[in-house]
């Protein structure tokens, strides 16, 4: 299923952002879904993911407490709100659809990929 990421931007250490993911075609709803992230020269990081249980709910440690995955099916569009934002958190942000339907952090699991939306905080 084809994944459209957006949102991203440059914004102060403290700020917020609002992440989307927009699938077209395939059942959304049955997909898990995930974000990830990746700073040049790093490896790719797991961020957030949801199954299609919506409380299948996993999220890295490094992003626990200040974000917030979640999905919304009738718009083929998941989310990520990130709030609390850190200059750490700067990357390319990336969605992904896993047709199993897990919520995996594992992103080999993911057979689908969108575009990166770019994330910088300033300090």
């Known amino acids: 299923v084809p994944l459209q990421a957006s949102g991203g931007g440059l914004v102060q250490a403290g700020g917020s952002l609002r992440l989307s993911c927009a699938a077209s075609?395939?059942?959304?709803?049955?997909?898990?879904m995930g974000w990830f992230r990746q700073d040049p020269g790093k490896e790719r990081e797991f961020v957030a993911a949801?199954?299609?249980?919506?409380?299948?709910?996993y999220y890295a440690d490094s992003v626990k407490g200040r974000f917030t995955i979640s999905r919304d099916n009738a718009k083929n569009t998941m989310y990520l709100q990130m709030n609390s934002l850190k200059p750490e958190d700067t990357a390319a942000y990336y969605c992904?659809?896993?047709?199993?339907?897990?919520?995996?952090?594992?992103?080999?699991?993911?057979?689908?990929w969108g575009q990166g939306t770019q994330v910088t905080i300033s300090s």
């Open positions: 075609g395939g059942t959304f709803s049955a997909y898990g």
């Open positions: 949801m199954g299609w249980i919506p409380t299948n709910i």
């Open positions: 992904a659809a896993d047709a199993a339907g897990w919520a995996t952090p594992r992103a080999k699991e993911y057979e689908n």
